[in-house]
C-alpha cells in the first residue's frame, strides 16, 4: 500500500449504458500489470463483470471495486477505481459509488455523443462536487466525431469543455492522437494491445488545428489565473507546459475547467494517457472537499481531516453477500486508521461491532490486508448490523456523516416461492438483496397477503428474481409488473377518535384528537407534533399513537397505496386508569388516521418517465402519436447524425412493452431510453379505472389464497 495520501486516487469511471465503461476498465487493469490478459465484455470474460447475469447480458450490474498502481513522472500512484452500471435501472450503485469518491472519468460514445443517462450522471457528480475528466471513447467507430461530442458537453451538460488532445483520423483512420500541451503525437502499436507507443511530430495538415486548440486552453485558463492571462497577452510563448499543468490541475480541482480526452479502448488507445491525466489533474484525498459531520451528543458540525492521527470515521456505501466471506461492507476512511481485529462503533444502531477482517477488492475477490487508512476504499467482514449509508467511528469521538439519498422504487411485482417448503429461504434471500440495495423494497400486501417486491424497473426485478434463482436456490412464481402508485393527502382535517370495546373485565380505551394535514414539500414520511398539555395522555402513551399512525400511511384510503407523507399535530384527549394502555392508543391512532386521511381529498400519484427516442425521420410521425396516446408530452426534438432525437415524458402505466411496439412503428430502426422523472397527479378518468382494477385484483388473488 502507498503510505503517501498525495500519491492515491479514488476515481469511479461513468456513462451511458453501452458508452465502454467496463471495457476502459479492463485496459486500466492490463496496462497497470493487474491482469495479464484482457477481459472483453462481449465475450462474458470481463473481470468487473463478475456476476452470471452481467456475463450472459453483456451489461454491468452491480458496481465492482478495484485498485491498481501506475508510475508517473517517477512517482507510483494508488489507484482505486469503481466501475458501475449505466443502466437506468442501476442508477443506486452510481449514487452510492459518487458519494465515495475524489475524482471520476466520464465516458461519452464518440458516435452518440451526450445520451440521456449522461445527463444522470452528471447532474450527480454536480451534487457531490466531484471533479471529474472527459473521455471521448469509440473513436475507431464510423460516424465518430469528437469536436461535436465536446460541443455537446458544453451546450447540453453546461460545461466548460476543454479539449486537451485532438484525434489523428476517425473511425478506421483514427491512429493516435495529439497531446494539446507538449504538442506532440502519439500513435499506439498494435501489434502488442497497445502496450508500447511512440510520439510523433504533428502532421503538417494539423498543425493550424493544434494552434487553434491550444489557444483555446490558454485562453480558458486566462479567465481563472491571472499570471497566465499576463503571459498570454504579451509574450504567449513564455508559458511553460509545466505553468500550464499547474494551472489546469487547480481549475479542474475546483471544477471550472472539464478537460476532455480521447481514444478508444477497445482498440487499445487511449487510456495510457488517460492514466497519466487521473494522477496529474484529479485529486488526492487530501485535495478533497472538507467532510463535514454532525456530533450525535450536542448536535455541533465537525470537520475531520485526511489524516491517520485523526479519530476514525468512515461511511459504508454499499453491503453485499459472498458466498464464501459471508457479509462484506464496502466503506471510504475519510479519517483515522482502523486495524483488522479490532471495533468500531457504529452510530445508527449505537451498538460497537468487531471488524474481523479487512479486504482490499478485485471485483469478486477478497486480499487480506491488516489494516486501513484516511482515504482508502476497503471491505469489511464482522458486522451483524449494518446498512448502506451508515456512520463507522471511533467511540470516544463520535460523528455522523451525511447519508446517501436513494429514489423510491417505480414498479411492483407479486411472487410466492412455487414450493411451500422454499417460504423461509425465500425470506432470508428477500432480507439479503434488500440489505444489497437500498432501491429494492418488500412489502406484503395487507389485502391479500401477498408479497410484493419493487424496484427501479422491470430489468432491476428480472435481475432480483434471477439471483434468487441462483444464488438462494428458489423457485419463484411471479405476477406481471405492477405501478408502485402513491397517495397524497390535499386538505386539512381536524379529527377526534375514540376507541372503546368493552369484552368483561378490563377493557380498551382511548381518545385522541388530532391535525391530519400534507407533509412538507420535499420531506418523506410522517412529521409527528406533540402538543398535549397537562396530561391529558400520558407521555408513555404518545409515541403508540405515532406508531399507529405511521403503520396506517402504508395503506391509503383512495386504494391502498403508500401516502407519501404527512403531518399530524396531537393536540388533546383523554384516557382511563384502568383501561387504557399502549395498545388502545396505537389502534386509536390506526382508525383516527384512517379516517380524517378519507376527509382529506386525497389524490393518487403515479410515476412519470423521462424518455428519449431516437428513430429515423420518416417513422417519426407515427412515434410521436403513439406518444400521444400514452399521455406523452413531447419536450423537445432534436437531429443527431440525420436522426431525430424525441424528448417526452410519459407516465410509467403507460409503457409496459413499449420497446416491442417502438420496433414495429420504426422497421426495427428505432432505440429509447427511459429513466425516472418525477410523481405526478394521475388524471380523474384515469383514477377511476385504477381503484376499480385494484379492487377486482385484490378480490381475484384474495381468492386464490383461500382456495389454496
Known sequence: MIENLEYTRNIGIVAHIDAGKTTTTERILFYTGVNHKIGEVHDGAATMDWMLQEQERGITITSAATYCEWNYKNKKYKINIIDTPGHVDFTVEVERSLRILDGMIVLFSAVDGVEPQSETVWRQADKYSIPRIGFVNKMDRQGADFFNVCLQIKKMLGANSVPLQIPIGSGDNFIGIIDLISKKGIIWDDNNYGVTYKEIPIPNKMKGLVNNYYNNIIESLSEYDDIIMEKFLYNSSSISEEEIILSLRKNIITMKIIPILCGSSFKNKGVQTMLDAICCYLPSPLEGKEVIGINPINNNKEIRIPSKKEPFSALAFKISTD????????????????????????????????????????????????????????????????????????????????????????????????????????????????????????????????????????????????????????????????????????????????????????????????????????????????????????????SSIEKGCKEMMKSGPLSGYEIDNAKITILDGSYHSVDSDQLSFEIAGKLGFKKAAQKTNPILLEPIMKLEVIVPETNMGNVIGDLNRRRGIIQNMNNKNNIKIIQSLVPLSEMFGYVTILRTLSSGRGTSVMEFSHYDIVPKNIIDNIIINNKINNRINYQNKINK
Open 323 to 542: 458466498p464464501f466471506v459471508g457479509r462484506l461492507a464496502f466503506f471510504r476512511v475519510y479519517s483515522g486508521k482502523i486495524y483488522a481485529g479490532s471495533y468500531s462503533f457504529n452510530v445508527r444502531s449505537g451498538h460497537k461491532e468487531r471488524i474481523s477482517r479487512i479486504y482490499q477488492m478485485h471485483a469478486n475477490k477478497q486480499n487480506p490486508i491488516h489494516k486501513i487508512e484516511a482515504g482508502d476504499i476497503a471491505a469489511v467482514v464482522g458486522f451483524k448490523d449494518i446498512k448502506t449509508g451508515d456512520t463507522l467511528c471511533d467511540e470516544k469521538n463520535p460523528i455522523i456523516l451525511e447519508n446517501i439519498s436513494f429514489p423510491d422504487p417505480v414498479i411492483g411485482l407479486a411472487i410466492e416461492p412455487k414450493f411451500k417448503s422454499d417460504i423461509d429461504k425465500m425470506s432470508l434471500a428477500l432480507s439479503k438483496l434488500m440489505d444489497e440495495d437500498p432501491t429494492f423494497q418488500v412489502r406484503i400486501d395487507t389485502y391479500t397477503g401477498q408479497t410484493i417486491i419493487s424496484g427501479m424497473g422491470e430489468l432491476h426485478l428480472e435481475i432480483i428474481v434471477d439471483r434468487m434463482k441462483r444464488e438462494f436456490q428458489v423457485e419463484i412464481n411471479q405476477g406481471t409488473p405492477q405501478v408502485e402508485y402513491k397517495e397524497a393527502l390535499t386538505n386539512t382535517v381536524k379529527h377526534r377518535e375514540i376507541y372503546k370495546k368493552q369484552t368483561g373485565g378490563r377493557g380498551k380505551f382511548a381518545e385522541i384528537l388530532f391535525i391530519l394535514e400534507p407533509g412538507n414539500v420535499g420531506k418523506y414520511g410522517l412529521e409527528f407534533i406533540n402538543k398535549i398539555k397537562g396530561g391529558s395522555i400520558p407521555k408513555e402513551y404518545i
